[in-house]
């Protein structure tokens, strides 16, 4: 009976000996892990900008000018989440210097326009409503200041600091700090009309600004062009590059001092986790103008923008702008409303139900903990992985009967860092023979790829170069609809 025991028993002790994948240089923190999972957020362009037909305040406007007799941060909301979105930032001070919150540093806010008498708050009210349904709330806080008589001077830092003091200790949790890159130049700046050059490298000590954000709201993810825990993609064009790497050397970039060519795909060899955000506007200007409401991006258009930033291991932030009314127009809340249908029709028909087998071509020492089936459990806590040594493998996945597939859905399991360098997507003809639907590049967060209808009964995903063991955590097939 003893023997019948340890014979049984044998298998699992042998399993649970085998060591985990050690990570593969840099890797995420938690508070990047969850902003990862937020994935798709909005924008909210809304200023003083907004009712003088403008991209960009010289920072000159009278506060009686911001008056949307109509606001509705629910409005907002609700439209952003039937859009799939999961959190909303709001330009809380754009480079007017105006603020949308009553702030006690400055006169140049709210508290000061005729827009509820001066009991109003714009931050509040979305807080409240982001919250109210389930939404995640982010601040965006321009670094320049065109109003401001002290830019430029060291106490305007005590001012800038003391402006994220108030936002980050009076809204509840914040997801993420949005640092834009623009830096000095002309503007009022309390009355003097001239041009202010400051050193952004050196300037805005963000380090100390940084520190301040880590002790209010230590969760947030702070954006900026090089990070520190997010960066811009390169562009506003809707895309990250193809490669994407996570990866950045921090200490060589800074607020508008950075190559977009190395935003765009990241650096392979970087020394820091810093993952990409793509940010695009609905419209072609980022504050709302009359003149674009017939000139709303299509449906098509934001799914290849999800495509090209979700679909390459990137999170998306789609600004849409607020009207004079305080309310997003209604060709906005149409479009968002048809591409949150679009969105969730592309992923409803999940083929993974008629998968009949999967199997690897190496399993980290043949142990359960690490097979093939990982990738299809459900569980983003789980993945499959191969011996240290083994850079190349691949999986090949049997389905009950033939299916018809056009998108393949993959994820790395990047708590141990970002691996693959290239892969590939075959099916198994009626010959027998292997025929190549498609070829990609990085993985990291997730990848998805579009391809036209293809039929078969057996598919192969093969990781063609890696730069340490492969660790796959979420492999899914799915056939979506033809947008007309």
């Given at each position: 009976?003893?023997?019948?025991?340890?014979?049984?028993?044998?298998?699992?002790?042998?399993?649970?000996?085998?060591?985990?994948?050690?990570?593969?240089?840099?890797?995420?923190?938690?508070?990047?892990?969850?902003?990862?999972?937020?994935?798709?957020?909005?924008?909210?362009?809304?200023?003083?900008?907004?009712?003088?037909?403008?991209?960009?305040?010289?920072?000159?406007?009278?506060?009686?000018?911001?008056?949307?007799?109509?606001?509705?941060?629910?409005?907002?909301?609700?439209?952003?989440k039937?859009?799939?979105?999961?959190?909303?930032?709001?330009?809380?001070?754009?480079?007017?210097?105006?603020?949308?919150w009553?702030?006690?540093?400055?006169?140049?806010?709210?508290?000061?326009?005729?827009?509820?008498?001066?009991?109003?708050?714009?931050?509040?009210?979305?807080?409240?409503?982001?919250?109210?349904?389930?939404?995640?709330?982010?601040?965006?806080l321009?670094?320049?200041?065109?109003?401001?008589?002290?830019?430029?001077?060291?106490?305007?830092?005590?001012y800038?600091?003391?402006?994220?003091?108030?936002?980050?200790?009076?809204?509840?949790?914040?997801?993420?700090?949005?640092?834009?890159?623009?830096?000095?130049?002309?503007?009022?700046?309390?009355?003097?009309?001239?041009?202010?050059?400051?050193?952004?490298?050196?300037?805005?000590?963000?380090a100390?600004?940084d520190?301040?954000?880590?002790?209010?709201?230590?969760?947030?993810?702070?954006?900026?062009?090089?990070?520190?825990?997010?960066?811009?993609?390169?562009?506003?064009?809707?895309?990250?590059?193809?490669?994407?790497w996570?990866?950045?050397?921090?200490?060589?970039y800074?607020?508008?001092?950075?190559?977009?060519?190395?935003?765009?795909?990241?650096?392979?060899?970087g020394?820091?986790?810093?993952?990409?955000?793509?940010?695009?506007?609905?419209?072609?200007?980022?504050?709302?103008?009359?003149?674009?409401?017939?000139?709303?991006?299509?449906?098509q258009?934001?799914?290849?923008?999800?495509?090209?930033?979700?679909?390459?291991?990137?999170?998306?932030?789609?600004?849409?702008?607020?009207?004079?009314d305080?309310?997003?127009?209604?060709?906005?809340?149409?479009r968002?409303?048809?591409?949150?249908?679009?969105?969730?029709k592309?992923?409803?028909?999940?083929?993974?139900?008629?998968?009949?087998?999967?199997?690897?071509?190496?399993?980290?020492?043949?142990?359960?903990?690490?097979?093939?089936r990982?990738?299809i459990?459900?569980?983003?806590?789980?993945?499959?992985?191969?011996?240290?040594?083994?850079?190349?493998?691949?999986?090949?996945?049997?389905?009950?009967?033939?299916?018809?597939?056009?998108?393949?859905?993959?994820?790395?399991?990047?708590?141990?860092?970002q691996?693959?360098?290239?892969?590939?997507?075959e099916?198994?003809?009626?010959?027998?023979?292997?025929?190549?639907?498609?070829?990609?590049?990085?993985?990291?967060?997730?990848?998805?790829?579009?391809?036209?209808?293809?039929?078969?009964?057996?598919?192969?995903?093969?990781?063609?170069?890696?730069?340490?063991?492969?660790?796959?955590?979420?492999?899914?097939?799915?056939?979506?609809?033809?947008?007309?």
């Amino acid at each position: 009976m003893k023997k019948f025991l340890l014979f049984i028993c044998f298998p699992i002790l042998l399993s649970a000996q085998v060591t985990p994948p050690k990570p593969c240089g840099p890797v995420p923190s938690q508070r990047q892990l969850a902003w990862r999972d937020i994935g798709f957020y909005a924008f909210v362009h809304f200023t003083t900008n907004t009712f003088r037909n403008v991209e960009w305040g010289y920072g000159d406007a009278s506060p009686n000018d911001f008056n949307p007799e109509k606001l509705n941060c629910e409005q907002w909301v609700k439209t952003f989440k039937s859009a799939g979105m999961k959190g909303v930032i709001i330009t809380a001070k754009h480079h007017d210097g105006f603020c949308l919150w009553p702030s006690k540093l400055t006169d140049y806010s709210v508290k000061n326009s005729k827009w509820r008498n001066g009991q109003g708050d714009v931050v509040r009210e979305l807080s409240l409503a982001a919250h109210k349904y389930g939404l995640q709330m982010g601040v965006y806080l321009s670094p320049w200041d065109r109003h401001e008589e002290r830019y430029g001077t060291p106490a305007y830092l005590d001012y800038y600091r003391g402006q994220l003091h108030e936002l980050l200790s009076n809204y509840g949790p914040i997801f993420e700090v949005w640092q834009d890159g623009a830096n000095g130049g002309d503007g009022y700046y309390g009355g003097k009309k001239e041009k202010r050059i400051i050193d952004s490298k050196t300037y805005y000590e963000w380090a100390v600004t940084d520190s301040l954000i880590r002790q209010l709201q230590p969760n947030a993810c702070i954006f900026g062009d090089g990070g520190p825990d997010a960066r811009w993609c390169g562009t506003e064009s809707g895309y990250v590059g193809d490669p994407n790497w996570c990866l950045i050397t921090k200490n060589n970039y800074a607020p508008g001092h950075a190559d977009p060519n190395n935003l765009q795909h990241g650096e392979e060899q970087g020394s820091d986790w810093v993952p990409a955000e793509v940010d695009v506007s609905i419209r072609p200007g980022w504050f709302y103008h009359d003149t674009e409401n017939d000139k709303i991006k299509t449906v098509q258009q934001l799914l290849d923008i999800f495509y090209n930033s979700i679909g390459r291991g990137s999170n998306l932030i789609l600004n849409v702008p607020a009207d004079k009314d305080g309310l997003l127009h209604a060709n906005d809340v149409e479009r968002l409303q048809e591409f949150g249908d679009a969105l969730q029709k592309e992923f409803q028909n999940n083929l993974n139900s008629q998968i009949a087998s999967v199997k690897a071509s190496n399993v980290r020492g043949n142990s359960r903990r690490y097979a093939a089936r990982k990738v299809i459990d459900a569980s983003n806590n789980t993945y499959w992985a191969t011996n240290d040594r083994i850079h190349q493998a691949s999986l090949t996945f049997k389905f009950k009967k033939s299916i018809i597939l056009n998108r393949f859905y993959v994820r790395e399991y990047i708590q141990l860092g970002q691996r693959v360098k290239a892969f590939k997507l075959e099916l198994q003809n009626a010959n027998g023979d292997w025929e190549q639907i498609a070829t990609a590049s990085t993985i990291g967060n997730k990848r998805i790829l579009r391809f036209n209808d293809i039929e078969t009964k057996t598919l192969r995903f093969t990781i063609t170069d890696c730069k340490a063991c492969p660790v796959i955590s979420d492999i899914r097939f799915y056939c979506a609809p033809i947008i007309q």
